[in-house]
């Protein structure tokens, strides 16, 4: 007798759970299909056929940004990876004297090489999937580029995948100090990346825009699928499960 009772309360117990699985399912399910409903299908039906332009992608990096910020589970991911890609820090070694005062130059440790440097830009992977930084060749400062400016790239005519300029699109800010007036300037420049050395002179301009070879881009895509351009953030296939989770 005292066995079928005990078969009777586990038979209820898996009941009780299974149900608690199927509202847990369900709820799931509503939650992805309101992300859907909330403007991410369009990007989603896009991806695996052309893949995403620039401006799809722009779009979701800068979403991806705002919900790693206050999503638990996505916050979490970008901090193991970025603990596993530079948990044990990185060494330069020993470095000719010209590569000593790049390295040591305080602008671009803040950009490239301190640890605070390495963990903004590894996110950039995770958001983004992309990351650019721009140098003068001069000076031999280094700058970072959000993506959000990044607004054209040039490539190979035989390889599309084979970047040669990359167009940089943001308001440049002029203060007139005595007046303490703020104005705002468009500019729209193009820059040869680091890979591209072309026989003779670089272009003077693209589109009616200008050309600026005193400077080089630099930058890094993760997530690339063959003939494709742009990479794709790791956090992207994550993003529904994270809104459910929430």
């Known amino acids: 007798m ?3 009772s005990d078969f009777i309360k586990q ?6 759970e299974n149900e608690l699985l199927r509202e847990s399912y369900a709820s799931m399910a509503q939650a992805i299909i309101q992300f859907d409903d909330d403007g991410w299908n369009p ?3 896009h991806f695996g056929q052309e893949g995403f332009t620039l401006t799809e992608l722009r779009v979701a990096a800068s979403k991806i940004r705002e919900v790693t910020e206050g999503n638990p589970l996505l916050k979490r ?3 193991m990876r ?3 890609v530079f948990g044990r820090g990185v060494s330069f070694g020993d470095q000719p004297p010209r590569i000593k005062r790049l390295i040591e130059n305080p602008q671009n440790q803040d950009v490239l090489f301190s640890s605070e440097a390495q963990l903004i830009n590894e996110r950039s992977h995770f958001t983004d999937g992309q990351f650019f930084i721009l140098a003068d060749n001069q000076t031999k400062e280094l700058q970072r580029i959000p993506f959000d400016e990044i607004t054209g790239a ?3 005519p035989d390889d599309g995948e084979r970047i040669r300029y990359i167009r ?3 308001n440049q800010t002029d203060m007139d100090f005595p007046t303490n007036q703020q104005s705002l300037i468009a500019k729209d ?3 040869p990346v680091d890979t591209y050395q072309p026989r003779g002179r670089f272009a003077s301009t693209i589109q009616n825009q200008p050309v600026d070879p005193s400077k080089t881009m630099f930058y890094s895509r993760v997530n690339r699928r063959a003939g494709r351009i742009w990479g794709v953030p790791d956090a992207l296939p994550a993003l529904p499960w994270a809104h459910a989770y929430n």
Do not use: K, Q
């Open 43 to 45: 990007l989603g039906t």
């Open 77 to 79: 991911g970008s901090a």
């Open 168 to 170: 940089r699109t943001w």
């Open 11 to 16: 038979f209820e117990a898996m009941t009780a």
């Open 189 to 191: 420049v193009w820059y």
């Open 154 to 156: 040039v490539t190979d």
């Open 2 to 4: 005292s066995n079928n």
């Open 82 to 84: 970025t603990s596993y």
